[in-house]
């Protein structure tokens, strides 16, 4: 038998009713292992959109060494929704919790907690502090849903070495979705009204950038995705993703290490901000374009 969290919740998991994956380790992103190797699994926000894991895809990730487990929010796991406190702010914490019905999943990592729910109806969405320029400054609150997956116990968090943990009055293996709370309908709207003293704002406009090369038919399309990293960086598969700096930092796998390290060894020199994507490593720039 296998060590890691796939092997010790992620059938059980499946059985309740959730879309569990296995997280490639020292990563918050699904995985998979081929040729005794891991990488990102391409494609899992689409294939487990709406479904659960087959009985063969449960077991045979179940034999992966040291394989996270991570859910898919959503339809594939009927509607569940998490509620992922960014901060350890206390009055930014209670503001947020004071608007949320009682949940007894909660889990935690290296800051924050995330709180388990479910609802048909509310979108994935952040909620983040700006600078003028349309810069992130701090996470305040995510909300998981469609499209989004969320790493669970005991799988090990990339940044302190240290196992996720659950601070609830249960485990997410141990209830089924119908049992969670459900979320009202205007949760987005309250948590805005909440967060708003503490500094939450819709994103500015971005600058306007000097257009040279005005008959390139991409331009509009790469300038948009820079303005909107949230909504597709994460789905990428990008080994080692975090947050970082307002922007997100990643392993550029597709090119060897430059100083011969594993690829669990090799820094996030993949740097992506609103103002730009680059590979320090190589010193070399990429458009959204370049990079999906």
């Not at 292992?33 to 009985?55: C, F, I, K, Q, V």
């Not at 907690?113 to 349309?134: I, K």
């Not at 949760?187 to 500015?204: I, K, S, T």
Request: charged share 25%; hydrophobic share 35%.
């Amino acid at each position: 038998m296998a060590s890691g969290g796939y092997s010790a919740v992620g059938p059980r998991l499946v059985e309740r009713g959730y879309a569990a994956l296995p997280v490639a380790p020292g990563t918050k992103l699904p995985g998979e292992r081929r040729g005794g190797a891991w990488s990102g699994m391409n494609g899992w926000s689409t294939r487990y959109a709406e479904r659960l894991p087959t009985d063969i895809e449960t077991e045979h990730w179940s034999g992966w060494p040291d394989a996270g487990v991570c859910v898919v929010t959503g339809p594939a796991s009927r509607d569940l929704v998490g509620i992922d406190v960014d901060v350890d702010d206390v009055p930014i914490v209670e503001a947020i919790k004071g608007i949320l019905p009682f949940t007894p999943v909660r889990k935690a990592g290296q800051k924050g907690e995330t709180l388990f729910f479910r609802s048909s109806s509310v979108p994935s969405r952040s909620f983040n502090q700006y600078d003028d320029a349309g810069r992130i400054l701090r996470r305040l609150c995510d909300v998981i849903g469609p499209g989004r997956q969320t790493v669970l116990p005991p799988s090990v968090h990339p940044d302190t070495g240290l196992p996720y943990r659950w601070i609830g009055e249960a485990a997410l293996e141990s209830i089924d979705p119908d049992e969670l709370p459900e979320l009202p309908d205007d949760v987005l709207d309250q948590l805005a009204a909440v967060l708003a003293p503490f500094g939450y704002r819709e994103r500015p406009p971005m600058p306007a950038r000097d257009i040279a090369d005005t008959d390139n038919p991409f331009r509009a399309i790469n300038e948009a995705a820079l303005a909107n990293l949230d909504v597709w960086v994460p789905k990428l598969g990008l080994y080692g993703l975090r947050t970082a700096r307002g922007g997100y930092e990643a392993v550029p796998t597709w090119r060897a290490s430059t100083t011969g390290k594993p690829i669990e060894k090799r820094k996030r020199n993949l740097k992506i901000h609103s103002n730009g994507i680059r590979d320090m490593g190589a010193d070399e720039g990429f458009t959204p374009i370049d990079l999906t």
